[in-house]
């Protein structure tokens, strides 16, 4: 469960030449169903290593922690998302976020406005009601980085994240029952007569 | 990135979303949510998924702020008492 070495480095140079290119590639390559990729124990060993590094390399407080679970979980997800892109480059920005373009412009404006123009004409009948457009909404300021998406590829968005977050708490979980089994068994011996201890670091 | 002002971010499509599309991806979000699991919910409208989808999101968010909280008592516990340090502390390292 120890990480012998540290790929974070590695990984966070890779994510930033995926950005650049990144809307093509989302565009033309198909992925796995979220639900499969995330709940794969391949990934959620690879982010548990990953939590670990990152609460290792921050004070232990309850926001240091979250910072932690969640930019490890930005790199698990590879940068192929949107939403993990925009996690870790939100990083290095305090909360409100620039986005990264190639001409340095926010174009929010520009494309909200076209966003909003294309709403009202060519939708189908599901996401012409308010209502729907209105939760849509809310959506794309619930997931990160997903404020101008069209509806389709905020969809998308919205179940990678989900299927992330799941995993997330799962992993978090799992590490914290580990280690308040450790805290317990610690301070009451005479309950942990096999060494229960030991088996949390096989 | 580049080239967005002159073409569309996505394909053509993007002036046509489809109905398929939409009605693609909600069923696939729809699977997600919990109650899903539990029952047959068979095409919920498009507002209940995209509504239930929120607060889903927002639930587990809390999750997360919760188990955050734990493993910060977890870890401030552990550098009171080094036998326990040393269990902790090689999980960490």
């Not at chain 1, 994240?161 to 280690?179: F, G, N, S």
Request: some cysteine.
């Amino acid at each position: 469960m120890i990480p012998p070495h540290s790929s974070a480095a590695g990984d966070a140079s890779s994510v930033a030449g995926d950005a650049a290119g990144g809307t093509k590639k989302t565009k033309a390559r198909r992925q796995s169903p979220p639900e499969s990729k995330w709940r794969r124990g391949a990934q959620q060993r690879i982010y548990g290593r990953r939590l670990l590094e990152a609460i290792r390399a921050r004070p232990a407080d309850p926001r240091s922690i979250k910072d932690a679970a969640d930019s490890a979980l930005a790199l698990t997800a590879g940068g192929q998302t949107r939403w993990s892109r925009a996690v870790l480059f939100g990083r290095s920005r305090r909360r409100r976020t620039v986005h990264l373009k190639a001409g340095g412009k926010i174009r929010r404006r520009q494309l909200r406005r076209k966003m909003v123009a294309e709403a009202s004409m060519e939708l189908p009948p599901a996401l012409r009601r308010k209502k729907v457009r209105d939760r849509l909404r809310v959506l794309s300021k619930i997931v990160p980085g997903c404020r101008k998406l069209s509806a389709p590829s905020l969809l998308e968005e919205t179940a990678d994240y989900v299927a992330a977050l799941e995993m997330q708490v799962k992993t978090m979980r799992a590490l914290a029952d580990a280690l308040s089994a450790a805290t317990l068994s610690e301070r009451d011996p005479v309950h942990d007569p096999h060494g229960r201890g030991e088996n949390l670091e096989s | 990135m580049s080239g967005r002002r002159s073409r569309p971010r996505q394909s053509a499509s993007y002036s046509r979303i489809t109905d398929d599309q939409i009605n693609d991806l909600l069923p696939k979000l729809q699977a997600l949510l919990p109650e899903a699991r539990h029952q047959s919910n068979d095409r919920a409208s498009a507002a209940k998924v995209l509504q239930e989808t929120c607060s889903y999101i927002r639930s587990l968010h809390r999750e997360v702020d919760d188990l955050s909280e734990r493993l910060s008592e977890l870890l401030a516990a552990t550098d009171t008492n080094s036998p326990q340090a040393a269990v902790i502390r090689s999980l960490l390292m």
